[in-house]
């Protein structure tokens, strides 16, 4: 069965960034099941993975706008030193946790002066390509109930 629309996919990855540096991997872990077509993993992994059937193995380097979206610099701001707690040395490279608009979202420390610290509310793979190794697991016809949720349900049934 070929990846499709209404199928759920189960594949191993590894993502790595253009330097080769390992970011993230399925390998030594249960494969990653995803409801094709709902947008459960970025659009260009999931263009790719059309039309694939299980025990495929292939590479695809994803775009960054088909990714987690260019960079944008309206996502960087520059925030008073006093907001961040007062026992904690701020250095570039930090992660915080702040309040969005649309609820907790990470902020990474991008430089630190006397009063004020940058930050970048950028996804933190934002802007960069992404370089995946991918091994199709299983294909399989997603159920009803699957389709009407909008994802993959476990073995024993429906679980969030």
Known sequence: MQIAERTVAS???TLTSPEGQVIDSSRGREPL??????GQIVPGLEKAMAGR????????VVPAAEGYGESNPEMMQAVPR?????DVDVQPGMQFEANGPMGPI???VKSVDADTVTIDANHPLAGMPLHFDIEIVEVREASVEEVLHGHVHGAGGHQH
């Open 11 to 13: 594949f191993h990855y």
């Open 33 to 38: 099941p995803y409801l094709h077509g709902v």
């Open 53 to 60: 059937v299980a025990g495929d193995a292939f590479q695809v």
């Open 82 to 86: 006093a907001a961040f707690p007062q």
């Open 106 to 108: 990470t902020v990474v």
